[in-house]
């Protein structure tokens, strides 16, 4: 049984051409990434892209309709429950029980694991702690704010103290405050050696992760370190400051050689091919003759910038209009 | 940790947080007890097949002596009440036709040449066909000897002498709480099981769980273990209420009518489980449950007698719990049968609980596909 000996220096994560159909839609197509021990993993994508489904697959909820995933060295599909004692998932939607407090939910999560009476009261001692929960160790899940729920869903999803954690939009429904107290709480288990797997819709979070896949249509369109997504964009980035933005915006849609438009407040980031020469001159031409007043300059691409960039081609095809 | 401790620490737990939840869930708290209560006041009090008091009419074109001695006989019956005394047919019928009286006397201006001649009816009863059993009360009643005619007087004959069995009183409550049990169980059982789970499903909580060690196997017992303790309540709260109120004699060994009844409440957690695996949401799980319900009220023998219904009826309840389970209660606690007298319904209860346990536990593995 070679082939389903855990492999503890390997990676956490191997996924080949990892497929889902439900029905006639398409929502994972052929995903193939792997995931690095210790890392923050990032799933970039708008709604309806296959984070969900694929997170879904790797921790065991759905079968795939073909390809494979490895998780911590095992099968997920072949042997679910030797990956699951070791994985912890959190999911979009808060899935606790609201009709108990956030002791009973925690207790009952430490039985369902078989934690032991000593080790479980050791390990809800810890999270209560290091989650800020033990105020509210009395308080039914129901009558706590979207932070605070937030923090006992985490705090549940690591009590057996998992290898790896897969969380789905996690942050989707906490203020920036709260945010930011997670993403802390996240590099300090990333510090212990646990493996985090983070699907999210803002550029913000997708920046602090150490990799990155953005997916699109159930298609990984680009991965790797943001940095370098960021570095490595085959475009050129032109910075338009403009009071008439929608008249610059309508003008520089004229041109052939602008990809995407991106607007951020009063600026424009337009997206140029990186064969054409002197783009920012071309941009700044363009809107001189239209006697629209602007700053122009050309810019380092920011991860919105590989994100529009990334999900272009499906755009061309006509199924996906202006962003 | 060995597998098996494992297995019952889990399902404990499980238990435990169920039995917690329901202990916090006020409304299906009161359910608990207040179904099976209030069932009983309104089955036990309400339904009476033994009709009586029928409110009637009667026009009398005779007014002899003979005539009202058979009015004033009709209601010693106690079966019919004259309340309408219409002057002619025309104004029965419309009373009859409004709703007003269910049956109509009608006493011919020739009664008392009819009474000296054998073989032709004296007067003639119009009865309200529309509402179910009045028909058979009246058709009892005409049969009753009256002793209006001159060749009547001599003793009646009767041919056979009926003897009611287990309930000599002939009182409906006697036949209808043992029933009862079923019933309220049936009702109680299949919704508040099918609910817990969907509850799961529609909150999410399913998703978590299904990622952890927990087994589909110790979900379910662990989700139903508590209601089968919940249906022993309120079977105990049925019968001892029946014994209260309704002088229900309990004939058999009672241990045994409760290990009848823990069959019947897996039998109908199973259902419940079943439903659970179609609904995809709460009201989906409610709207399964009662219409499962109408046929188990209706074709298990609880009111109606299984042998005067159509033969597709007939074997339609041979799959619905509450028939077997029926048969099973009244041959304990009103025919004192012992359980290995049984075994019919017993077999046929277990072979539902066999199949709607394998059904359940299919469908609920390819959710997890």
Redesign the interface.
């Known amino acids: 049984m070679a082939e389903s000996a855990p492999d503890t220096n390997g990676l956490a994560v191997e996924a080949r051409d990892l497929t889902r159909r439900f029905g006639s839609v398409l929502a994972v197509d052929h995903v193939s990434l792997d995931i690095e021990r210790a890392h923050i993993y990032g799933f970039l994508g708008p709604n309806g892209s296959g984070k969900s489904t694929t997170i879904r697959m790797f ?5 795939p309709t073909s390809g494979t995933v490895r998780v911590l060295g095992r099968d997920i599909t072949r042997e679910p ?1 030797a990956v ?2 070791k ?1 912890g ?1 959190m ?1 979009q ?8 407090t956030v002791l ?1 939910n925690l207790r ?2 430490a ?4 934690l ?1 009476k000593r080790k479980a009261q050791q390990r809800i001692d810890a999270v209560l702690e290091e989650f800020k929960l033990r105020p509210l160790a009395g308080r039914l899940a129901a009558q706590m704010s979207g932070g605070q729920r937030q923090r006992l869903a985490l705090a549940a999803a690591t009590l057996h103290e998992p290898e790896m954690l897969m969380l789905d939009e996690p942050t989707s429904a906490v203020d920036p405050q709260s945010r930011r107290d997670f993403w802390e709480s996240l590099f300090a288990l990333v510090a212990r050696g646990t493996t985090i797997l983070v699907s999210t819709h803002y550029m913000d979070e997708a920046e602090r992760c150490h990799r990155l896949a953005i997916l699109d249509q159930g298609r990984v369109v680009a991965e790797g370190e943001p940095e370098r997504l960021m570095d490595e964009l085959p475009l050129q980035v032109i910075e338009v400051q403009a009071k008439d933005v929608d008249g610059a915006r309508r003008e520089l849609h004229t041109l052939p050689e602008v990809r995407s438009l991106a607007q951020l407040g009063l600026r424009l980031h337009v997206l140029i091919d990186q064969d054409v020469p002197d783009a920012a001159g071309r941009v700044r031409d363009t809107l001189a003759r239209a006697g629209i007043a602007a700053e122009v300059e050309a810019t380092r691409a920011n991860l919105e910038d590989v994100f529009v960039a990334a999900t272009l081609p499906g755009r061309q095809s006509g199924e996906r209009s202006d962003a | ?1 060995s597998p098996v ?2 297995f019952f ?2 399902v ?3 238990a ?2 169920e039995v ?2 329901l202990r ?2 006020r409304l299906t708290g009161a359910m608990v007890v207040g179904i099976p209560l209030i069932q009983i006041l309104i089955f036990g009090y309400g339904i009476n097949l033994d009709v009586r008091h029928i409110r009637a009419g009667v026009v009398d074109y005779a007014d002899t002596s003979a005539s009202r001695a058979l009015v004033s006989q009709l209601e010693a019956s106690q079966v019919v009440q004259f309340v309408h005394r219409a002057p002619d047919v025309r104004e029965l019928r419309r009373a009859l036709a409004a709703g007003d009286i269910s049956a109509g006397l009608y006493i011919p201006p020739d009664f008392e040449r009819r009474r000296l001649e054998a073989g032709r009816p004296i007067a003639q009863v119009l009865i309200d066909g529309s509402e179910p059993g009045i028909e058979a009360a009246l058709r009892a009643l005409a049969s009753m000897p009256l002793r209006l005619r001159a060749a009547d007087y001599r003793a009646p004959e009767r041919p056979l002498e009926v003897l009611t069995e287990y309930n000599p009183e002939r009182r409906t409550a006697v036949q209808i709480v043992p029933a009862l049990i079923g019933v309220i169980l049936n009702m109680t059982m299949v919704i508040f099981t099918a609910i817990a789970l969907v509850r799961e499903r529609e ?3 399913l ?8 087994k589909p196997v110790e979900l379910m017992i662990g989700k139903l273990a508590p209601y089968v303790v919940v249906g022993l309540i309120q079977t105990t709260i049925v019968l001892a209420t029946g014994v209260l109120l309704f002088d229900v004699p309990i004939n058999g060994p009672l241990w045994q009518l409760y290990a009848g009844a823990s069959l019947f409440i897996a039998a109908t957690l199973a259902l419940g489980l079943v439903i659970s695996t179609v609904a995809q949401t709460q009201f989906q799980a409610m709207q399964l449950g009662f219409f499962t319900m109408l046929p188990s009220i209706l074709l298990s023998g609880f009111m109606f007698p299984l042998a005067g219904m159509p033969r597709a009826a007939q074997w339609l309840a041979q799959i619905l719990p509450l028939t077997h389970f029926n048969s099973i209660v009244r041959g304990v606690i009103l025919r004192g049968a012992a359980l290995q007298d049984l075994t019919g319904p017993l077999l046929k209860l277990t072979a539902f609980l066999v199949v709607a346990v394998t059904i359940a536990a299919l469908r609920f593995r390819k959710r ?2």
């Not at chain 1, 039985?111 to 078989?114: F, K, P, V």
């Not at chain 2, 998703?207 to 927990?214: A, D, F, N, Q, S």
Request: hydrophobic share 35%; proline share 2%.
């Open positions: 921790c065991g909820l759905l079968r429950e699951r004692s994985v998932y999911t939607k808060f899935s606790l029980w609201d009709d108990l009973e009952f999560i039985s369902i694991y078989t032991g | 940790m401790r494992a620490q889990r404990g737990a499980i435990a947080k917690r939840q916090r869930d909150r999410g909580n998703e978590l769980l299904i990622t952890t060690p927990v997890l596909g």
